[in-house]
């Protein structure tokens, strides 16, 4: 079986997911790099891994792409075996540093990993106008930003035309508008089947990105779900309406209500429920100008991977419907 038959096969195949990780623990030593993480991700996500430094980002990127084995555990990329599907071309992976020769130019380096994946010269020019990098094909490498680096890592990793990209740090060193049109290609990549998961420090990146967010503290998922549902998770969401001579005791009787607080005209209710205070407000009350806001996504962050958090109970259970941890 050729690879663009077994690539055609997974991609289109029912039921199999991207990434299968089933209670995976790698350890260095004494220290658990990753602990435990059961993680499922469907073909076509786009999944953010998330997570401080030392969380175990990196090192399960790493299991994923078959540099590394687990101390327990499974791994399985399409069905298949981390190094297997790497083989097969149905993996590919931007990784913040390494890998580029700096004498070569930008063009001269992406013919280079066309001609050893068997691709087409006609190939070349296309991935290097999907990464954005087509103008300065001519220059050396050595020559070229931090962020052109990162692109034409990128412009490589799409010649094998992959089912599933992984990206670590992908836009360190760009700009803002660079990271804009790096993402929007990604997106586009996205829509048309493939699946990507990425680990940024960049959480608005995730938050506009991303299907789904993972946040992992030292080696374990803290929290699962899209970033809507992540935010709520760490803090809820907080309803306003303008509702004079508002009923606080009714308010809060409703289920998922923390608080309720009455600022002249207005009344501010935070709960982890606001569909259910919506729906009471609009329905049962005078209440009008509703709003419904949260969190944003590095506050939740900063709830769910802190040492507090940590210490109030250990981990947060995922998102029901997210379809992440198992």
């Known amino acids: 079986m050729t690879v663009a038959a077994v690539s055609e096969g997974v991609a289109r195949g029912s039921g199999v997911p991207a990434v299968e990780l089933d209670g995976v623990v790698k350890r260095f030593g004494d220290v658990a790099a990753v602990d435990g993480v059961s993680l499922r991700i469907g073909a076509g996500e786009v999944v953010a891994l998330l997570g401080p430094n030392g969380a175990g980002k990196t090192s399960t990127v790493d299991l994923l792409l078959g540099l590394s084995a687990p101390t327990r555990g499974s791994v399985r990329v399409y069905g298949r075996a981390p190094r297997e599907a790497v083989a097969l071309g149905l993996v590919s992976a931007v990784m913040q540093t390494g890998g580029l020769l700096k004498d070569y130019t930008v063009e001269e380096t992406v013919r280079l990993t066309a001609v050893l994946f068997g691709r087409p010269r006609s190939q070349v020019g296309e991935v290097l106008e999907r990464a954005g990098i087509a103008d300065i094909g001519g220059r050396l490498v050595g020559k070229c930003s931090g962020g052109q680096q990162q692109r034409l890592r990128f412009a490589m990793a799409l010649l094998p035309d992959p089912e599933l990209l992984i990206l670590d740090e992908p836009t360190t ?16 990549d996205a829509r048309s089947g493939r699946t990507v998961v990425f680990a940024t420090h960049y959480l608005e990146e995730a938050d506009a990105y991303a299907d789904r967010v993972v946040f992992v503290r030292r080696g374990r998922v803290v929290a699962d779900g899209t970033a809507a549902q992540v935010k709520a998770m760490a803090s809820g969401r907080t309803v306003r309406a303008t509702w004079p001579g508002a009923d606080e005791a009714a308010l809060m009787g409703l289920p998922g209500v923390d608080s309720v607080e009455v600022r ?56 029901e419907g997210a379809g992440g941890v198992r």
């Open 173 to 188: 060193g760009m700009d803002v508008g660079g990271r804009h049109e790096f993402w929007s290609a990604i997106r586009e």
């Open 264 to 319: 002249g005209d207005s009344v501010y209710v935070q709960g982890r429920d606001s569909d259910a205070v919506a729906r009471f407000l609009l329905s049962r009350t005078p209440a009008r100008d509703l709003e419904i806001t949260s969190r944003n996504l590095e506050q939740a962050f900063l709830a769910l991977t802190s040492d507090d958090a940590a210490g109030a109970g250990g981990t947060m259970t995922a998102v």
